[in-house]
């Protein structure tokens, strides 16, 4: 067995979890303004786009480099 302890797994799992949801959260956001603002695909992009810059701006804010 790991070394780990229930809660610090739950800490690191409830930690991913909102790293999901406000990704798909800030996703939608921008997916919305884009889509609203008849960008060509802009509501993919936006999706897509605002996920994945909102998943590293957290990652980076909480781990660093």
Same mark, same amino acid.
């Given at each position: 067995?790991?070394?780990?302890?229930? +809660?610090?797994? &739950?800490? @690191?799992?409830?930690?991913?979890?909102?790293?999901?949801?406000?990704?798909?959260?800030?996703?939608?956001?921008?997916?919305? &303004?884009?889509?609203?603002?008849? +960008?060509?695909?802009?509501?993919? +992009?936006?999706? &897509?786009?605002?996920? +994945? &810059?909102?998943?590293?701006?957290?990652?980076?804010?909480?781990?660093? @480099?």
């Amino acid at each position: 067995m790991t070394d780990e302890t229930t +809660v610090s797994f &739950v800490e @690191r799992w409830q930690t991913g979890a909102a790293f999901l949801l406000a990704s798909a959260l800030a996703g939608g956001i921008l997916a919305a &303004v884009l889509g609203n603002a008849d +960008v060509p695909y802009g509501a993919l +992009v936006g999706f &897509v786009g605002g996920a +994945v &810059v909102c998943f590293l701006v957290l990652s980076y804010a909480l781990y660093g @480099r």
